[in-house]
């Protein structure tokens, strides 16, 4: 073995998570003994980890054997440390088993935070109530009343009911899960938090609370820990449905498709047909690339659902996507009179295909007579330029002055708003929205969120050159892809459709083949990284279909370059730069996922995020030297085609006049800059910050503090 040596990797999630579940269906079928048998062996390899503990803890007080089920419980609560959920499992099988005073015991001395520990002991004080614990003294009839308002999908009775019930009995567990759910259904899971924590700190072993908190974290784009509180979920009730679709997605949320595939599994094994399972599995295989099988469960789905079909827009991306952009539109046809989001989709296919008028058209006449549809606003922002006289453009100043939407609708049109503003003349016009509209996003987040991260310092810290170096001959050198590198909005989509004209390039767009295979790249050994590096290598050559160059631009490629560095040795590196403040400008006048990016809601945020970048790219610059080639955004809109010529011949291809035009490739454009890379190459966008410069301050003196901009 060469380069860096590590000891046997520990057992890996998915490893582990194919014994759980393994076993979860042995016990299931009565087979008790094999799946002890299982999972003992499982844990004696990961003796550490708590869920295999946990789970044949479980195993083990069905066979009756219950000592031993609570020396695994125990075992799963130590080797959890200072998770409460492992503690409270350990407490309530000793409460359950009578064993009183060893369960005040544990709780006393569980290496939990003050707040955990004192729930704990309160807890084991009080022993296990039954369903008129978790009510927690509130009127059964008037908590039906408002799983009624829920059912029927009256939000704002719901919110007031749920108020009135937590007024009169702020300890009912009961009513403070439901409280949550409504937060949930309104899109607000930063406001569901706090409520399912509470009533999981008096019911600690209340499954469908736990569920729900899952399914917060989720939505929030935490998703380790929604994954360790839904494992949870799963652990103590098997059976639950919501548990494991809700932990199926966050697990390919997480890109952990394999994983999250296996759990839907175990559910349509048990209820063949079961709707949330299969839209999950659908969106699953798409989001994994597999857009044939996706297609297939989706077909399944509209014959199961008939008109009630709710992945149309699905399956006519899915369907573009496998190389019949003309077939989906077909498809879509019946569908456009009876599913708005069948019209966006079509039209964005259209958009994407290069038919920027009949996609605009399309989403004008939605807009005029869809009313509570906020995105084809947006959307139609993208495609044109707005004019003052519009007669679209009082229509979204009606709607975007209604406040009493979910923030995220309020965000979506007052961000269109201020599109539509600043195409028309008035840049303090569109600044003002655009702040109500990032005011509304930054509700959603956590303080954690909120609060800035020195991401770049560990991947710094990590990657070095020397553990670069370390896995030289261990990645695969058959391939040689081109990875972009860049903030979103500043160019890097032009820079891959410039390259993607050339007809030895094949361009992936931010649908990337390498990035599954890095997400899931666990190990440190050298002989992990060729194993990785080789299966990418297979993704990467059948997706090329012969071609010598292969463009990647996912836009978490600066995070991972170290790897990619070293596991595709002839790999080169474009590094796009833009003027940051015209950056700046383009990500806060457009709608970011906030979970997802945190940071574009915030003007001070942001330049500490472009701060990060910077410290990392000048990292990567250092210790990958002569492999990164730095195009300026500016320079290649004003004087393109020296910049082109120096693109293509660093990367060994011949010249080729097509690159001049990358507005007349046939691909289709996926990203936000689906309309701007068609008008071909341009510098009418290259100053249209200035306008704004004094609203950018805030940005702005911090990145001239860090050097980034002048003095």
Partial sequence: MRGPQSAEAPMAVSDVQDAIDAAARLRAAGRLAEARTMLEAAAARAPRHPLLHLSLAGILRDLGEGEAALARYKAAAEAGGRDPRLWHAFVTELLRAGLKGRARAAAARAPLAPADRKALVALAERGLGGPAATLGGAPPDRVRALQAAIAAGRLVEARALAAALLAAHPESAFVLNLRGVVALAENSPAEAEPFL???????????????????????????????????????????????????????????????????????????????????????????????????????????????????????????????????????????????????????????????????????????????????????????????????????????????????????????????????????????????????????????????????????????????????????????????????????????????????????????????????????????????????AARALRTAAAGRARMVDKAMTNIRHAGLLAAAFPRARFIAVRRDPRAVALSVYGNWFDPYGHPYSVDLQRMAQHFVETHRLLEHWRAVLPGRILDVSYEDLASDPEPVIREMTGWLGLPWNAACLSPQDVSRRVTTLSVAQVRRGIGSASVRRWEAHAEDLEPLSAILRQEGILPP
């Fill in 197 to 535: 924590r509470q009533a999981l700190a008096l019911v600690p072993g209340f499954v469908e609370a736990r569920t729900n908190l899952g399914l917060a974290l989720l939505r929030t784009a935490r998703l380790d820990e929604a994954i360790a509180v839904l494992e949870a979920a799963v652990a103590a009730d098997p059976s639950s449905v919501d548990a494991r679709t809700n932990l199926a997605s966050a697990l390919a949320e997480a890109r952990y498709h394999d994983a999250a595939l296996r759990q839907l599994d175990i559910v349509l094994r048990a209820q063949p047909g079961e709707i949330t399972a299969l839209m999950i599995r659908a969106q699953t295989l798409f989001d994994a690339g597999r857009r044939a099988e996706a297609v297939a469960v989706l077909d399944e789905l509209e014959r199961l659902e008939g008109e009630g079909f709710q992945m149309a827009h699905l399956k006519i991306r899915a369907l573009a996507d496998l190389g019949d952009p003309e077939g989906a539109l077909a498809y879509a046809e019946p569908w456009l009179a009876r599913s708005e989001d069948a019209v966006a989709r079509a039209a964005m296919i259209r958009a994407e295909l290069g038919q920027i008028d009949t996609a605009r058209a399309m989403l004008r006449e939605l807009a005029e007579r869809a009313r509570d549809n906020t995105q084809v606003f947006r959307t139609y922002g993208l495609l044109a330029s707005w004019r003052a006289d519009d007669p679209l453009l009082p229509v979204l100043r009606r709607r975007a002055a209604d406040d009493s939407r979910s923030p995220q609708d309020v965000a979506i049109l007052k961000y269109a708003l201020g599109k539509a503003l600043d195409d028309t003349g008035d840049a303090k016009g569109a600044m003002a929205a655009w702040h109500r509209a990032n005011a509304a996003q930054d509700s959603l987040l956590t303080p954690d969120l909120r609060r800035p991260v020195a991401w770049s310092a560990p991947l710094i810290a990590t990657w070095t050159a020397e553990r670069i170096a370390g896995y030289r001959g261990a990645g695969a050198e058959g391939v040689a892809p081109v990875f972009i590198l860049g903030l979103p909005r500043s160019g890097t989509t032009l820079t891959e459709q410039i390259l993607a004209a050339h007809p030895d390039v094949a361009a992936f767009g931010e649908d990337s083949v390498v990035l599954p295979f890095v997400r899931a790249f666990r190990g440190e050994g050298w002989n992990d990284l060729r194993a990785m590096a080789a299966q």
